[in-house]
């Protein structure tokens, strides 16, 4: 994997490539919200050698600071769309974990026709009829809950609210120790993405996938209603949907294998 920068007016923004063959499909692996690239190692380490892959660092996240909060989820699929015209990446997998999910969602509602396919991760719908009004008021306001609450605390729920196995819990808390003595920035970034997450409902887009898609949830999933949401977004639009045993919202490293091998048998379908 080669590291990389593409350069905004905001800041800039750290991503690793691998380039195997032009003409092959290339795998783009989106980190949740306060996670980094590293999040999905296990997918990298698996599927490097057999088709192009591409990871990132969000803005305002790991490597990608300082950056400029000015920005929104629009903001966000342009760059990523930048970069693939700059890589000359035509045709992409998008596989969006939690908040890289709605990005990938955001993706296909701006380039329809340039999505491959999609596969969500422990995220959920972006369309404005599977909230409700009070659940849009308290995204906006989430900022001050995450600085209210002591370090220890937001690091422990960060990860073992997110993961049941040793290993995902493990590899969290090595991410969240990128913010360690920096709560006002963890916090930021955490509640601005929610604010971006709530600002994205309120235009009340379409957010159709037109694309192959696959959902992908955790069984043991604990994030919000994140196991609701799935079972809607699945009933709702006919996406297949996986559900991972023993697994919570980082599905793919509480259980890399099966997600893997899932997400390898879906490129396979439709490549």
């Known amino acids: 994997m080669t590291e990389k ?17 032009k003409d092959s499909v290339t795998l783009v692996f989106l980190p949740g919200l306060t996670a980094d690239h590293r999040l999905f190692e296990k997918q990298i380490e698996y599927f490097e050698n057999k088709f192009n892959v591409f990871v990132w660092d969000a803005p305002a996240h790991a490597s990608s600071w300082p950056f400029k909060f000015d920005f929104d989820l629009m ?21 969006g974990q939690s908040m890289g999910g709605y990005v ?3 993706f296909a509602e701006l380039f329809p026709q340039k999505l491959k396919g999609f596969v969500s991760i422990d995220s959920a719908p972006l369309q404005r009829n599977y909230v409700t ?28 609210g997110v993961s049941v196995t040793d290993y995902g819990r493990n590899l969290m808390h090595k991410i969240m120790m990128t913010y ?6 963890y916090s930021k970034i955490s509640g601005h993405g929610m604010k971006m997450l709530a600002e994205a ?3 009340n887009l379409p957010y159709k996938i037109n694309c192959p898609a696959l959902l992908i949830c955790g069984e043991k999933d604990m994030a919000g209603s ?5 079972k809607a977004w699945h009933k709702n639009s006919n996406i297949p949907i996986e559900w991972i045993k023993d697994a919570g919202h980082n599905s793919n490293t509480d259980k890399p294998e099966i997600v893997n091998a899932l997400i390898e048998k879906f490129v396979g379908e439709i490549n």
């Open 226 to 230: 994140c196991i609701r949401y799935n």
């Open 180 to 185: 360690d003595g920096d709560k006002k920035r």
């Open 5 to 21: 920068i593409h350069k905004t007016q905001l800041g800039d923004i750290h991503y690793w490539i691998n380039i195997l063959n």
């Open 201 to 203: 409902m309120e235009k």
């Open 133 to 160: 009004a009070l659940e849009i008021w308290l995204l906006k306001r989430m900022e001050g809950v995450y600085y209210y609450y002591p370090w220890k605390w937001l690091l422990k729920s960060g990860t073992k």
């Open 104 to 106: 990938g969602q955001t």
């Open 75 to 95: 903001d966000k699929a342009k760059w990523l769309n930048e970069i693939f015209e700059k890589e000359e990446i035509n045709y992409p997998v998008i596989i």
